[in-house]
């Protein structure tokens, strides 16, 4: 803390001179104005380009209805996130599998993202700029907030991209034991796996829409000609789920040595309720633990002062009257 006062201290002191913060005011204010005319350079080139154009109609004509909000967004943003993807493919090929995971498949899924992060950056501290003669806050003030909320913007897509995959993640995993066993069933009646993952597919899209989706996704790409093997393992990097991992890989060694499906589905049904099993008894033997610090600091005091209190204010009146 103090190594932070130390270094705070000239900051301030800089801060106080009006001529400093004038100058730094125009500064980030001249960067604001900078930025945004890049935004709208970005805008402009990609509303002018033909080729980009086209691209979007093809890709907004082939996505159907469903994706109209994103198409109209990406019309939007898509320029703009356009010149900051990554030039590494390492980088570019990560995000895409991230945003794959969270259910945004889009051909310009990336360029969206970073177009939506570029915006929440940029216009956030523009308008506290703008604001900041009609407020009266200490400069020092105003550039922390200005500062505050760029930071923020920027992370912020971050934050909702981490979210939105833990949160698919826990409703494929909620969903998957259902799957499970009704291709336990359709597989025991006769049908193959393609067919199989297709009827579980119709039947789910109620109760868990995210699994069906995915399984309606592999039943696509089988008939399109793709192999189950190579389905699957795209199954496998699509959702990133450890259980839909297990399965995968079960259903791969079982079509490798031609063991019965519908056998070896019902082992793998019968190990996931066993771990659901251990990680319920895991969970409700931790709570005990977790109950300890609630009950002393907030159960225990409370206790004391109804049970203790009457006979200690008894014994302060005697002795105060003794």
Not at 191 to 206: F, H, M, S
Not at 306 to 319: E, I
Request: charged content about 20%; overall charge positive.
């Amino acid at each position: 803390m103090d190594s932070w006062m130390q270094w705070l201290q000239p900051l301030s002191e800089r801060l106080d001179d009006p001529q400093t913060l004038q100058l730094v005011f125009g500064g980030l204010l001249g960067l604001a104005i900078f930025a945004l005319l890049i935004a709208i350079m970005f805008v402009v080139m990609g509303f002018s380009d033909p080729l980009r154009r086209r691209l979007r109609r093809l890709e907004a004509s082939a996505a159907g209805g469903t994706a109209s909000t994103e198409s109209a967004l990406g019309d939007w943003l898509g320029p703009m996130g356009e010149r900051l993807v990554p030039t590494e493919e390492e980088a570019r090929s990560r995000i895409a599998q991230e945003l794959r995971r969270a259910g945004k498949r889009s051909p310009g899924a990336v360029n969206l993202f970073f177009g939506v992060r570029l915006l929440l950056t940029v216009v956030p501290p523009i308008l506290l700029l703008l604001l900041v003669p009609f407020v009266r806050l200490e400069p020092a003030v105003s550039v922390m907030l200005v500062a505050i909320s760029a930071i923020a913007g920027y992370l912020l897509p971050r934050f909702w991209l981490e979210r939105t995959i833990k949160r698919r993640t826990l409703l494929l995993r909620r969903g998957l034991p259902d799957a499970l066993d009704l291709l336990v069933v359709c597989s025991e009646a006769g049908l193959g796996l393609g067919a199989a993952i297709q009827r579980v597919a119709r039947d789910l899209e109620i109760s868990h829409p995210e699994l069906a989706e995915e399984l309606h996704l592999f039943g696509l790409q089988t008939r399109a000609g793709m192999d189950n093997k190579a389905a699957l393992r795209d199954l496998e990097e699509r959702t990133g789920v450890d259980d839909i991992r297990g399965l995968v890989t079960t259903l791969l060694q079982s079509m490798r040595f031609g063991t019965s499906i519908a056998m070896t589905l019902r082992l793998f049904a019968a190990e996931l309720r066993d771990k659901r099993t251990q990680e319920a008894e895991e969970k409700a033997a931790k709570v005990s633990t977790k109950m300890l610090f609630p009950l002393i600091f907030c159960v225990f005091p409370s206790f004391f002062v109804v049970a203790l209190g009457p006979p200690l204010l008894g014994a302060m009146a005697a002795l105060a009257g003794r």
